[in-house]
């Protein structure tokens, strides 16, 4: 796969995780962008929150972290976004999404298109289309000729199969987890297919070049080229699983963005994505070197 360069726009939703723990700063886009600047890669976040203290604290840690704001537009009738995030015995990870909030009300803008149109990679994911003012403004996002990456997030109850799929048969690269495949199987009746039958149909009926499957502590799936590729994941001690798809995702497109073969691209991401989940929040402070010693430890 070829982008024409390497700047990424990620589009979408940014919130408050309000974790058992604390308030954590989240949102997959968000996240994504975060880990894709940890790794060195030059991303932007287009988004929106309120005029309320949630909204200037989130600008101010974004800030920090080193990305650019530009593009998070102020909305003074709606919230900032917040996500109460339950987690049972077993670290598993439940969702209340609140609405509405800003970032259902993101406006088509000339800086937004023309930065789209920049870009050699787009990225969104499907949560962020449960409103028509920002699906509105992502359907003309993609029309850039940027390589496009559907993050899918199915959330009930937005998780409608006639707005899913019209991002679906847009995108160029499809990630998913486990559970969302077998949704889209019974969404087509194809419910009878094994799991390397069905991303092949995947790929094929919406015309993917590349699908991603994420399969927690079992590692992940890659079709890409005809060819599969697979990987086990590593064990590591869960501390929260927010943010490990996420974290999964930058580290594999960063890993393709440094001309990484397929095998070592979905290595580093099952790396990456098991570091965050062994530790608190989506988007904790680390660096490679930490990244490295998962795997390392791991392969020994």
């Given at each position: 796969m070829k982008f024409k360069n390497k700047k990424i726009l990620c589009f979408g939703e940014v919130l408050w995780d309000r974790l058992p723990s604390g308030s954590k700063p989240g949102g997959a886009p968000l996240n994504v962008a975060i880990h894709l600047n940890t790794f060195g890669q030059k991303v932007t976040i287009a988004s929106r929150i309120g005029t309320d203290q949630a909204g200037k604290?989130?600008?101010?840690?974004?800030?920090?972290?080193?990305?650019?704001?530009?593009?998070?537009?102020?909305?003074?009738?709606?919230?900032?976004?917040?996500?109460?995030?339950?987690?049972?015995?077993?670290?598993?990870?439940?969702?209340?999404?609140?609405?509405?909030?800003?970032?259902?009300?993101?406006?088509?803008?000339?800086?937004?298109?023309?930065?789209?149109?920049?870009?050699?990679?787009?990225?969104?994911?499907?949560?962020?289309?449960?409103?028509?003012?920002?699906?509105?403004?992502?359907?003309?996002?993609?029309?850039?000729?940027?390589?496009?990456?559907?993050?899918?997030?199915?959330?009930?109850?937005?998780?409608?199969?006639?707005?899913?799929?019209?991002?679906?048969?847009?995108?160029?690269?499809?990630?998913?987890?486990?559970?969302?495949?077998?949704?889209?199987?019974?969404?087509?009746?194809?419910?009878?297919?094994?799991?390397?039958?069905?991303?092949?149909?995947?790929?094929?009926?919406?015309?993917?070049?590349?699908?991603?499957?994420?399969?927690?502590?079992?590692?992940?799936?890659?079709?890409?080229?005809?060819?599969?590729?697979?990987?086990?994941?590593f064990r590591v001690d869960t501390v929260d699983p927010v943010g490990a798809g996420d974290a999964f995702l930058a580290g594999f497109l960063a890993s393709l963005f440094d001309g990484k073969s397929y095998d070592e691209c979905l290595a580093f991401a099952c790396g990456t994505g098991a570091f965050v989940a062994s530790r608190a929040g989506a988007t904790p402070n680390y660096d490679m070197k930490e990244v490295e010693q998962v795997m390392h430890k791991m392969n020994n």
């Open positions: 604290d989130l600008v101010t840690f974004i800030e920090k972290s080193g990305i650019e704001t530009d593009l998070i537009q102020t909305d003074k009738h709606f919230p900032t976004s917040e996500v109460l995030v339950h987690l049972d015995t077993r670290n598993n990870a439940t969702y209340e999404i609140c609405e509405p909030v800003a970032w259902d009300n993101i406006q088509t803008t000339s800086p937004l298109i023309a930065k789209a149109n920049e870009a050699g990679l787009v990225i969104y994911g499907s949560l962020a289309s449960r409103k028509a003012q920002t699906r509105e403004t992502l359907s003309l996002i993609m029309e850039s000729t940027a390589i496009k990456l559907i993050d899918v997030n199915l959330r009930s109850p937005y998780d409608k199969k006639e707005i899913v799929e019209s991002l679906l048969f847009k995108s160029d690269i499809i990630k998913l987890n486990n559970d969302e495949l077998t949704v889209f199987a019974e969404w087509n009746n194809k419910k009878n297919l094994e799991e390397k039958q069905l991303v092949k149909w995947l790929a094929l009926h919406y015309e993917a070049e590349l699908i991603c499957v994420t399969k927690g502590e079992k590692g992940a799936l890659l079709f890409a080229g005809g060819v599969f590729y697979e990987h086990s994941g």
